[in-house]
């Protein structure tokens, strides 16, 4: 279900609405030799594979958007030599969209089991379980859609960057398009992604960082839904891992704060933090050694 809603939720919305796409596209300056640009965009993507095929091995549920972002930002800075390369009006999304994913996902899973709690306190609780145990597919598959058109865009733009980069048309905004076959290529590896692997990042978060029940699955699934469409069409890259931890934090914390083991839960945003410095200087060392000897 998860692998078919990514990649209808990349489709459907890449159709209506690219700015995440646009955002990604805009964030970094390559300059102006194609060969350079080239080798660098490659550094960067092979420095990315590396910290998230690491992160999956261990089991660390790190934010694949912000090993992009950071693996871009790094490989430009090392080709441009400067700070220069980095064009802070898209840039700074980023920056929101960390906040959003952060604070809106946490403070609607608190809210929302709150709610549910009170809106269902005088049910019968196995047609209650019952209920939410359906209602937490249909959100589970709404975050999987969302999920698919957050991702997808990111991805697809790197695409895009490459072909212009190729082809010496400079990378302007305005002139970037996402052709359907695109679309259709990146929706198909996503659906094989989420369809092959992840089992240890869904144990990490799902069991061992807080044990929920169907209504609080719910409930976080659906806090996760509504953060990434407010992200999705305003244009913020967020992390869909992120947001959907950080949302299921705050509805374990709605419950009990103890209930959260906050062990696990450091350990994880200590990992979102490196990610930014560790990716991006990972992307920078990458390029300097492509550009030597390539």
Same mark, same amino acid.
């Given at each position: 279900? =998860?692998?078919?809603? #990514?990649?209808? /939720?990349?489709?459907?919305?890449?159709?209506?609405?690219?700015?995440?796409? =646009?955002?990604?596209?805009?964030?970094?300056? &390559? /300059?102006?030799?194609?060969?350079?640009?080239?080798?660098?965009?490659?550094?960067?993507?092979?420095?990315?594979?590396?910290?998230?095929?690491?992160?999956?091995?261990?089991?660390?549920?790190?934010?694949?958007?912000?090993?992009?972002?950071?693996?871009?930002?790094? @490989?430009?800075?090392?080709?441009?030599?400067?700070?220069?390369?980095?064009?802070? $009006?898209e840039w700074i999304k980023v920056i929101y969209g960390i906040l959003l994913s952060t604070l809106m996902g946490f403070c609607?899973?608190?809210?929302?089991?709150?709610?549910?709690?009170?809106?269902?306190? #005088?049910?019968?609780?196995?047609?209650? $379980?019952?209920?939410?145990?359906? !209602?937490?597919?249909? @959100?589970? *598959?709404?975050? =999987?859609?969302?999920?698919?058109?957050?991702?997808?865009?990111?991805?697809?733009?790197?695409?895009?960057? !490459?072909?212009?980069?190729? @082809?010496?048309?400079?990378?302007?905004?305005?002139?970037?398009?996402?052709?359907?076959?695109?679309?259709?290529?990146? !929706?198909? #590896?996503? /659906?094989?992604?989420? *369809?092959?692997?992840?089992?240890?990042?869904?144990?990490?978060?799902?069991?061992?960082?807080?044990?929920?029940?169907?209504?609080?699955?719910? !409930?976080?699934?659906?806090?996760?839904?509504?953060?990434?469409?407010? *992200?999705?069409?305003?244009?913020?890259?967020?992390?869909?891992?992120?947001? #959907?931890?950080? =949302?299921?934090?705050?509805?374990? @914390?709605?419950? $009990?704060?103890?209930?959260?083991?906050?062990?696990?839960?450091?350990?994880?945003?200590?990992?979102?933090?490196?990610? &930014?410095?560790?990716?991006?200087?990972?992307?920078?060392?990458? *390029?300097?050694?492509?550009?030597?000897?390539?």
């Open positions: 279900m =998860a692998a078919i809603c #990514n990649f209808v /939720g990349l489709l459907v919305i890449s159709l209506i609405s690219p700015a995440v796409a =646009a955002t990604i596209f805009g964030m970094v300056d &390559f /300059g102006d030799d194609p060969q350079r640009a080239l080798i660098t965009l490659m550094a960067a993507m092979i420095a990315i594979i590396v910290w998230g095929a690491a992160a999956w091995w261990f089991g660390i549920p790190t934010s694949q958007s912000h090993s992009l972002i950071a693996g871009l930002t790094g @490989a430009a800075i090392a080709l441009m030599g400067s700070f220069d390369a980095i064009n802070w $009006n609607l899973g608190w809210v929302f089991f709150r709610l549910l709690r009170i809106v269902f306190r #005088n049910a019968d609780r196995p047609r209650a $379980n019952r209920f939410f145990r359906a !209602a937490q597919v249909a @959100a589970g *598959a709404g975050v =999987a859609f969302m999920h698919g058109a957050q991702d997808g865009q990111k991805f697809m733009s790197i695409f895009i960057l !490459a072909i212009m980069m190729a @082809a010496g048309m400079g990378t302007n905004t305005a002139s970037m398009v996402l052709p359907l076959w695109l679309m259709i290529l990146c !929706a198909i #590896n996503m /659906g094989l992604g989420t *369809a092959v692997g992840g089992e240890r990042i869904i144990k990490s978060v799902g069991v061992d960082m807080v044990k929920l029940e169907a209504v609080q699955g719910f !409930a976080a699934s659906l806090s996760t839904c509504v953060s990434l469409v407010v *992200a999705t069409f305003g244009g913020m890259p967020v992390s869909t891992t992120h947001t #959907n931890t950080t =949302a299921i934090m705050g509805v374990g @914390a709605s419950k $009990n704060p103890k209930s959260v083991k906050w062990s696990i839960a450091i350990d994880m945003v200590k990992t979102w933090i490196l990610t &930014f410095p560790g990716c991006g200087l990972m992307g920078f060392i990458f *390029a300097k050694v492509f550009l030597i000897f390539l």
